[in-house]
């Protein structure tokens, strides 16, 4: 059964970092483009980052670029947000996805994880 866990989110202040790890079973995530995607009380999903199979091409939503970076472990089947400088507005689940966006009907989001960024 393909699945993906995520894990490490929290309450931060503004101005602050977290970590938010992703793992996979079931499959192997190095057969995929892997990207994170966030969704906001009340809002549609958003994409955040997207990182290709090898993990040499990272790509970045205007929104996060310069704060977050997106990186993967094939060989530990893992995939990894580090977030910093992070605004009120970053609030929100953060799914990890199969997929370059995590927005196609295809793509297989985990459970996600709450960030919320409030002093």
């Known amino acids: 059964q393909v699945r993906l866990v995520e894990s490490g989110g929290g309450l931060v202040q503004p101005g602050g970092s977290l970590t938010l790890s992703c793992v996979g079973s079931g499959f192997s995530i190095g057969s995929y483009d892997m990207s994170w995607v966030r969704q906001a009380p009340g809002k549609g999903p958003e994409w955040v980052a997207h990182?290709?199979?090898?993990?040499?091409?990272?790509y970045y939503n205007d929104l996060v670029k310069g704060r977050f970076t997106i990186s993967r472990d094939n060989t530990k089947n893992t995939l990894t947000l580090q977030m910093t400088n992070l605004k009120p507005e970053d609030t929100a689940v953060y799914h990890c996805?199969?997929?370059?966006?995590?927005?196609?009907?295809?793509?297989?989001w985990g459970q996600g994880t709450q960030v919320t960024v409030s002093s």
């Open positions: 990182t290709s199979r090898s993990g040499l091409s990272k």
């Open positions: 996805s199969t997929g370059r966006t995590g927005l196609a009907d295809s793509d297989v």
